[in-house]
């Protein structure tokens, strides 16, 4: 892994270069190089790009402007893409009845030991006037760590006949899940999602829509984030708890770990039951719902910080980045000032979103703090490039400097910023494939997760014993088992016993 | 108040017409007319356009798909108007600590008696098997009331220089607040909002935001809901928790009855002090900032049905409706079919809405579905009109039914939906004018209240006491103290002291 980051020798010496120009005061933010501390250097990039900063409430986390702007962005292409599939959105309560939760058995289980619990309607003062809670409720409200519960009791109500099928909502909402460790924007106490939630008549149109919506993620993750991923079913130990079967993508991030990206579930009729929801047949016929539920959250700023950023700061691909453009005057004259919104005027005008920075302030200063908020393309503007009518773009991925008559801008920032989307994706996407491993060996199997983390196929028995034997070893889970990968050889990597289907291997977030 | 209902003989009419073309399934729904019920047939109009349900959660309600859609077009039309004035959206947690809520001692108080508490962090079995509460919380969360102490103790983080101010972001987010007495979108105890939050160095600057935010919401309740509004300063016992004055846009209902629909804070230093929120001024002082938030929430789309409705269902302004034109094909034939497709792609090349509703049902019922819900025009689309070439188009909000050639319907589409919201507004403009009188005798403020619910413009001392009286003796209470209202008198017209300034008297949702 190590290597992988010596290689980019080009971002270094940039850099060890751009740190001579800073003072101390703008080094204090410097990130940490990833080859020496990898979970470091994702904080710092966080704090350098002004994504996200730590809240005074336990795990909890503020999503700053910087952060947000990603996320709207994400909501908004996601949003569209759903809204084509004849999605709507709709918005149910927080709080969920303790009772509606126990109803699923494997649900609660899942659920139970993480959830915040509202106990009390008020603040009332004790007798030492000290404010505590107050106005006790009969039944405790947990608040969503998932709304299938409270959701499907609203579908009991409303779905009666065939004619009401299928049913296709979509909620964009904050969860809480009480975790004990936390990581800004992996694992937060509280987080932000959507969770799309269908109720089909037949069993096989819900397979289809838990199939559709994972292909939604992973053509949304490759097109958009710039990430590749694999699609696959997970294992019984890790899929969603109620499910019949958990779809996922799995990304890889660049110290070889995977990262859950966007799940799907067939929850079968394993919530139509307890819930009943049940419509008539055109038979007349009394049948339960076939369900599916499926999301993503801001646990994919994660992976899209994690994919692709380098030691100066965040790289945001052009697609999902709120602002493709930066124009950085190298002086604050009133004439380049003038030029900066002419051509952001210019830009705008092909639906390129620009910002201007014509602050005045030293240039190396003003480059760094737009690199490091991972804006994919900078426009140096000054006197000699108003005379010369020649100006640099500079590209965030690779650094590289190309000169455009301006005249040419607006086509030439057009097609360098869908070279850089394509190149950033061949990039993951060879990251990837560098370090996808498959073997036979138990031994093998081993010795590669000693050494570093990777995606590792094997053929498995599908026993639960031998993912746990797997993950004692080798500190690796199974991450999913990918479509259409039936097994290689007979045996279980683990325990030699028939195979029964082919998995990814990795250590994971 | 009864006679303006009577006045829509038109109106009354057509339903009746309507109801003998339904059958008693079709009947079920059938809204209480306003002369009837008033509250009754706010929720019935609700139902029948399925905006929302209750939910089994007290006092929560579930926003439906067609409510939602109306919520989004609210969020994406304010938040750009937002972002012209350069704010920024960001994300503060759901959690507020006991600690921070208290630190304003108005705020607490004006809080403390209806908000969520979360005491625990998971849920485990008791002894008998029972799941109870567990993992008691050192100190209990608040769920966010409004989050200005959460979002300035980001602040005091974050604001270190002059150059830092001013601070403008919004956050889009659910609130909970224990209400007693709740009605869906008026008063539920969770409810969606943005609220904005600003710090600036200067106390005019400060002002003059609280301003401008009002000035947004005045202008998008009237360009957008086609709702006029009075914009005014709130008396003390009406203002926000810790303000230091607060500004609102009230509405009338068609009940006569005032909506606040808006509000705009001024806290000046009120929260800046006990979280410490100072900059240094570039004179090297330390000073506080000043401070603005502003909200409009979920409400307003209470605010929204009341204002236009009738007895039909909801009525919706075309430039907040999400779909702007139904066409309602006649028969299920084909060729009908795809020349509704063909009249959709012509309109929506116009940048007009248009949902198909080709559903094999008898027409009466598809248009009368369609009237409930609210959409400005309907076109009817059967054989007859793909022959002559001619189609007939349905204006909601006054039943006219306008014929149009073929060839001119994209033209005509537009300039009947631009006609719709400005006669709304014309509409709502004269009811309101007619609804408003003033006053110099405290008999006749009784009277005037007695009858109907009005606006009432008189003149004021400004004292709590009187007004109290007022509410007591007829129910209004001030609504706000309009802008560039002097009194016209010099005596109040409760206690005859010299009067301070000008009031309008409402009774309010």
Known sequence: MTDDFQKQEKVVEKKAELDKRLDSEDKKNVVTPRSEDYSKWYLDVIKAAKLADNSPVRGCMVIRENGYAIWEKIQSTLDKMFKEKGIKNAYFPLFIPKSFFEKEAEHVEGFAKECAVVTHSRLAQDSSGKLIPDGKLDEPLIIRPTSETIIYSMYSKWINSFRDLPVLINQ????????????????????????????????????????????????????????????????????????????????????????????????????????????????????????????????????????????????????????????????????????????????????????????????????????????????????????????????????????????????KVTSELQAMQEEMFEKAKKFMHDKTFETTSYEELKDIFEKENAFVYADWCGGEKCEMKIQADTGATTRCIPFDQKPKTDKCIACGSPAKERVVFDKAY
Chains 1, 2 share one sequence.
């Not at 990430?227 to 997970?234: A, L, Q, R, V």
């Not at 039951?273 to 700023?301: M, N």
């Not at 697609?319 to 124009?327: H, N, S, Y």
């Open 172 to 411: 964009w909402s904050n969860i809480v899940r009480w975790e004990l460790r936390t990581r800004p924007f992996l694992r937060t106490t509280e987080f932000l999602w959507q969770e799309g939630h269908t109720a089909h008549a037949k069993e096989e149109e819900a397979d289809q829509m838990t199939l559709d919506m994972l292909d939604v993620y992973a053509k949304f993750a490759e097109e958009y984030l710039a990430i590749p991923t694999i699609k696959g079913k997970k294992s019984e130990s890790e899929k969603f708890a109620g499910a019949l079967y958990t779809t996922s993508i799995e990304a890889m991030m660049q110290d070889g770990k995977a990262l859950q990206c966007g799940t799907s579930h067939m929850l079968g009729q394993n919530f139509a039951k307890p819930f009943e929801v049940k419509y008539l047949s055109s038979e007349g016929k009394e049948e339960y719902v076939w369900q599916t539920s499926w999301g993503i959250s801001t646990r994919i700023i994660g992976a899209l910080i994690m994919a692709h950023s380098d030691d100066i700061g965040l790289i945001l691909p052009p697609r999902i980045a709120p602002t493709q453009v930066v124009i950085a005057t190298i002086s604050a004259d009133e004439t380049i000032k003038n030029k900066a919104q002419e051509l952001k005027k210019l830009l705008a005008d092909s639906a390129i979103n620009v910002e201007i920075d014509d602050k005045d302030e030293r240039p190396g200063v003003k480059f760094f703090a737009w690199e490091r908020q991972g804006v994919p393309l900078r426009i140096e503007l000054g006197k000699r490039e108003i005379e010369s009518g020649e100006i640099v773009l500079v590209r965030r991925d690779n650094g590289e400097k190309i000169k455009v008559k301006l005249e040419e801008v607006s086509g």
